[in-house]
């Protein structure tokens, strides 16, 4: 079955850097664009960053803009979400998910097919 699982998160100070990793299995990597998700205490899971199946067609929710970046890696069918310039703000359960796509440069930001099961992100002031 479909697996993503993701690694990386943890407790960092206002102003660092994290680099979240999620390993995919049981599916055909190269034929799925992937994205990162977030969700905050209290509040509605959000879009961060979504990459085309190709790798070259990136897209960011413009809070995160200029400090994410999101790369895949198919060799290892591998996304990561490299974080700098950590804010509070950013402390929320980090997801990936993985949508089945149709053309190679499209990127999403809604209707994923599979999820991982979050990895924690903490920025302490």
């Known amino acids: 079955q479909v697996q993503l699982v993701e690694s990386g998160g943890g407790l960092v100070q206002a102003g660092g850097s994290l680099r979240l990793s999620c390993a995919a299995s049981?599916?055909?990597?190269?034929?799925?664009?992937m994205g990162w998700f977030r969700q905050a205490p209290g509040k509605e899971r959000e879009f961060v960053a979504s990459?085309?199946?190709?790798?070259?067609?990136?897209d960011y929710v413009d809070s995160v803009k200029g400090r994410f970046t999101i790369s895949r890696d198919s060799a290892k069918n591998t996304v990561y979400l490299q974080m700098n310039s950590l804010k509070p703000e950013d402390t929320a359960i980090y997801y990936c998910?993985?949508?089945?796509?149709?053309?190679?440069?499209?990127?999403?930001?809604?209707?994923?097919?599979?999820w991982g099961q979050g990895t924690q992100v903490t920025v302490s002031s």
């Open positions: 990459i085309s199946k190709s790798g070259s067609i990136t």
């Open positions: 998910a993985a949508k089945r796509g149709i053309a190679a440069y499209i990127t999403y930001r809604i209707n994923y097919d599979y």
């Open positions: 049981g599916l055909s990597f190269s034929s799925y664009a």
